[in-house]
C-alpha cells in the first residue's frame, strides 16, 4: 500500500501528524488484540499505547521484505500486552492439574463475534483472561504460553481448568435460551 508506505517515512522524519494517522490507522485492530488481555478499557489502551510507543521508536528498523507492517505493529503490541500482563498479574496456582479433557468452550468462542467474545471474557480474573485468550483466540501451545508469562505449564493448564468452570455455567445459561 503506497499510502501507508509514505505515512511510515513520515513517522521515520518524526512528523508528528504522520505519526498520529499512523495510530489511528492501527488502533481499532490493535485495542481488539489488548482487550483479550484486559478486562478494563484503560488497562487495554494503556497496552496499545505502550505498544505504539515501541513501535515508533523501532519504526526505522521496519523490513517491508520481512514482512507486512500490520503483523509487524501486531507483534510489537501483543508482546507489549504480555509483558503488561507478567509486571501486573500474580499468579497463584493451588497445584498441578491432570491433562484436561477436551471442552466446547473453544469452539463456541472462536465463533461468536468480538463483543461477545469480550463480554464472556469479562467474566474471567485476568491472568485467566490473558491465559485463555492466548489459547483459545491466539491459539498458542500450553508450553508457548508458559514461556510467553513466565509461568510454568502446570500453571497455564490449572489457569485454563478454572477459566472452563467459570465459562461453562456462564455459556450453558447464554446458550440454553
Known amino acids: 500500500m503506497q499510502g501507508l508506505n509514505e505515512l511510515i517515512q513520515k513517522c521515520n522524519g518524526h512528523d508528528r501528524l504522520a505519526q498520529e ?7 481499532p485492530s490493535m ?16 497496552a496499545v499505547n505502550d505498544g505504539m510507543m515501541k513501535v515508533f521508536t523501532h519504526l526505522p528498523n521496519y523490513k517491508p521484505e520481512k ?5 509487524w505493529v ?27 479433557s477436551e471442552m466446547i468452550v473453544g469452539n463456541i468462542l472462536e465463533h461468536l463475534e468480538w463483543k461477545d467474545v469480550y463480554y464472556f471474557l469479562d ?7 490473558a491465559v485463555f485468550s492466548l489459547f483459545y ?5 500450553i508450553p508457548l504460553i508458559a514461556e510467553q ?25 447464554h446458550f440454553s435460551h
Not at 21 to 27: A, M
Not at 67 to 71: D, E, L, S, T, Y
Not at 137 to 141: G, V
Not at 151 to 170: A, C, D, F, N, Y
Open 137 to 141: 483466540l491466539e491459539h498458542y501451545t
Open 67 to 71: 514482512g507486512a507492517i500490520f503483523n
Open 21 to 27: 494517522q499512523f495510530y489511528r490507522h492501527f488502533y
Open 149 to 173: 508469562l513466565q509461568i510454568s505449564p502446570g500453571t497455564v493448564k490449572w489457569q485454563l481448568s478454572e477459566g472452563r468452570k467459570i465459562m461453562q455455567p456462564i455459556l450453558k445459561k
Open 123 to 129: 467474566h474471567l480474573p485476568p491472568a485467566t483472561r
Open 74 to 100: 501486531y507483534t510489537i503490541v501483543r508482546h507489549t500486552a504480555l509483558d503488561k500482563l507478567k509486571m501486573s498479574i500474580k499468579i497463584h496456582v493451588a497445584g498441578d492439574e491432570e491433562e484436561m
Open 31 to 46: 485495542f481488539c488484540l489488548c482487550k483479550k488481555f484486559f478486562r478494563d478499557d484503560h488497562a487495554a489502551l494503556e
